[in-house]
């Protein structure tokens, strides 16, 4: 892994999270960074919005291709910056480099129509324009993925762009970036900002007016903020803000294989995903079976450093060890008990939270109510299909849900029937980069991937032709 290492005036450490190490040092850039970049964008947008869709098309694709090149380099360089384990880096590297290859095939079907106006004599045609300058704005705990789902629908639409990465993981977005220069992006089409003042270099793009859309992932409460700056440009939002998805087990389920999903929804990238399985509804008749299953499984869990083939790395920040502590507590003060418990194996520094099982979680207890983002599963049962679909969907949230159940058919009911915008059904993973990923409710605006992860970035432009 090379990380280049400057001299600016203000710099910021870039953390391993499993020793507190310094893995490289790097410009701590503001708001005036924030607009030369956005003058790139600007110098460049016309000429990248009349390249041939197939021109835009190959460089997505050739980015695709140099990703699967460089898959083992990125994956340790996730691994590195984020702490996740080796298979789930190279997981992400796997699903992060397919956006540029379906937007690759996206960008040379543009959609459009061309007909008879119903009362005759006007002809109506629709094309697409790219819908402008994008401000792209992404998280750290898919350092790789959440950049490229943005990055690849936005090129492919003509749009240019600038990148936000998290400040805790900016080091695999500058190696995508690099990888898209090598793919032949014209430079200035895509530039990144990396910073410790998010508002201040979020907010100058908001008030650029040359800035026509924001693609935003992270928090709720971030995404409210920046909705209502938005709204001062009626600048176009998507927003892929959090969850606290519902993972329901029927009693008619295949407890294997529900839990076999349980480990995948809730421990891959040690918890920290916005469609991680946050509360587990259990019916009565298999609670103990499945709890003692995935408790047997969790307990068997290699937590360490992922370079050392562990499979559950550490969390982000000493913060977060505090805040899911503080949520196992207020369970077990509540009368949760403790099912089972991995032990963790790591050096000292680092931020270390051993995966747990809780069973017996009060519906009102904080880890149910709130967006956990850590290896903690808290159990609960449930009888009765009204009472469970009112617990699971009595949240402001509704990103990702989960149903496991031998009868599709009530599968299939119940998915429905939960208020989120992706439903796992008998499998534990939603994310796909043909399906349009985003929630409902608090959990965000608009759809990322499939067709509709393109149109984010397209203004519909029709002329009406008088036809005599
Ligand atoms: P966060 O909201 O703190 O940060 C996300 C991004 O916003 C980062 O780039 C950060 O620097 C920036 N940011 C922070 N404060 C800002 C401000 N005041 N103004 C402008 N930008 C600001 O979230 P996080 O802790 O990095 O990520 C975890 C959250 O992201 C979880 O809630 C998770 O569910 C969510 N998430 C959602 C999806 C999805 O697709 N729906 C995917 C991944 C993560």
Known sequence: MSVATVAATATVDVLDPATGEVLATIADEGAAEARAAVDAAAATASAWAA??????????????????????????????????????????????????????????????????APAGGVRTLVTHRPVGISALVTPWNFPAAMATRKVAPALAAGCTAVLKPAV???????????LLAEAGLPDGVLSLVTTTDPASVVSTWLRDPRVRKLSFTGSTRVGQLLLEQAAAGVVNCSMELGGNAAFVVADDA?????????????????????????????????????????????????????????????????????????????????????????????????YWVAPTVLRDV?????????????????????????????????????????????????????????????????????????APFGGVKHSGLGREGARAGLEAYLEPRYLSVDWP
């Open 168 to 178: 805790e993981t900016p080091l695999t977005a500058y190696a995508i970036a690099r």
């Open 254 to 350: 295949d407890v294997e294989a529900a839990v076999a999903g349980a480990m995948v929804a809730k421990f891959r990238g040690g918890g920290q995903a916005c469609t991680a399985a946050n509360r587990f509804y259990v019916h009565e008749q298999v609670t103990d079976e499945f709890t003692a299953a995935l408790g047997a499984q969790v307990a068997r869990l290699r937590v360490g450093p992922a370079n050392e083939g562990n499979e559950i790395g550490p969390v982000i920040s000493a913060g977060a060890v505090q805040t899911l502590a503080g949520l196992v507590d207020d369970a077990l003060r509540q009368g949760a008990t403790v099912a089972a418990r991995a032990d963790v194996t790591a050096g000292s520094g680092g």
């Open 51 to 116: 390249t041939a869709p197939r021109q835009r098309s190959e460089v997505l694709h050739r980015t695709f291709e140099l990703m699967r090149r460089d898959a083992d380099e990125l994956a340790r360089l996730i691994s590195a910056e984020n702490g996740k384990s080796l298979a789930d880096a190279r997981a992400e590297v796997a699903y992060a480099a397919e956006f540029f290859r379906w937007y690759a095939e996206e960008a040379v079907r543009p959609g459009g129509s061309y007909g008879e």
């Open 362 to 434: 009060p519906e009102h207890a904080s880890v149910m109510q709130e967006e956990v983002f850590g290896p903690i599963a808290p159990i609960t049962t449930w009888r009765d299909e009204d009472d469970l679909l009112a617990r699971a969907n009595g949240t402001p949230m509704g990103l990702a849900g989960y149903v496991y159940s031998r009868d599709l058919a009530r599968a299939i009911r119940l998915g429905e029937s939960l208020e989120a915008g992706m439903v796992g059904i008998n499998r534990g993973i939603v994310s796909d980069p043909s």
